[in-house]
Structure formats: structure tokens, C-alpha cells
């Protein structure tokens, strides 16, 4: 079983950035591609961003793809999401993902492990 913490979320005016951390409970954290997915009021999970295990390859929904920046630190057990240029549109609960490739974890009926989520609210 693997836990994750979601952190640095908060209330942001337009145009700030945040980075979003996620700290995985065990040590096998780096058999894992991560990603990160969001879910606004009233509407369904939708993928953000995945990375694989060792780093190097990376992938971005269309809608951020250009302001955002998933990242990795095995040593630490960590994954950040970077979300610049924020806009009110980009309220939603963050949630990490930990799945087997970077490319399942684009799926969110393919996940293994969720986080319990971290809201995040931009206002204009």
C-alpha cells in the first residue's frame, strides 16, 4: 500500500504560480510513474499531467500544456506539479496518482494509488 500527501494548494490571485507537492509513504515510490489530475465543482477527474518513474519522459493535457511542469525527486519521494499563470478556471481539487507507466496513469480508471487532494482556488 502506498499513501499520498497532496500539499501547497491555497487561494491565489490570477496570474500567481504555485507548485503542488506529493510525498509518497514508502521507498518503492520510484517503481512508480506518477500523475496528477484535477476535479472542478460539478464536473469529472481530469488529467493534468504524468511522469515516469525515472523522469525523462513526461506528458501534459492540451488544456495546461505550456504553463505547468511535472517534476520528480525519487530521493525524496516526491512529485511537484508547477502551475503558472493561474487562472480561475483552474479551480479544483488536485489529486496525485501513482499507476504502473506513465502512460496508464494518464487514465484514471487505471490508477493504483490516489491522494486524498488539495484544493486549489484562483480568484480573478
Known amino acids: 500500500q502506498v499513501q499520498l500527501v497532496e500539499s501547497g494548494g491555497g487561494l491565489v490571485q490570477a496570474g500567481d504560480s504555485l507548485r503542488l507537492s506529493c510525498a509518497a509513504s514508502?521507498?518503492?515510490?520510484?517503481?512508480?510513474?506518477m500523475g496528477w489530475f484535477r476535479q472542478a465543482p460539478g464536473k469529472e477527474r481530469d488529467f493534468v499531467a504524468a511522469?515516469?518513474?525515472?523522469?525523462?519522459?513526461?506528458t501534459y493535457a492540451d488544456s495546461v500544456k505550456g504553463r505547468v511542469t511535472i517534476s520528480r525527486d525519487n530521493a525524496k519521494n516526491t512529485v511537484y506539479l508547477q502551475i503558472n499563470s493561474l487562472q480561475p478556471e483552474d479551480t479544483a481539487v488536485y489529486y496525485c496518482?501513482?499507476?504502473?507507466?506513465?502512460?496508464?496513469?494518464?487514465?484514471?480508471?487505471?490508477?493504483?494509488?490516489w491522494g486524498q487532494g488539495t484544493q486549489v482556488t484562483v480568484s480573478s
Open positions: 496518482a501513482a499507476g504502473t507507466t506513465y502512460y496508464t496513469v494518464k487514465n484514471k480508471s487505471r490508477i493504483d494509488y
Open positions: 514508502q521507498r518503492t515510490f520510484s517503481m512508480y510513474a
Open positions: 511522469i515516469s518513474q525515472s523522469g525523462t519522459i513526461t
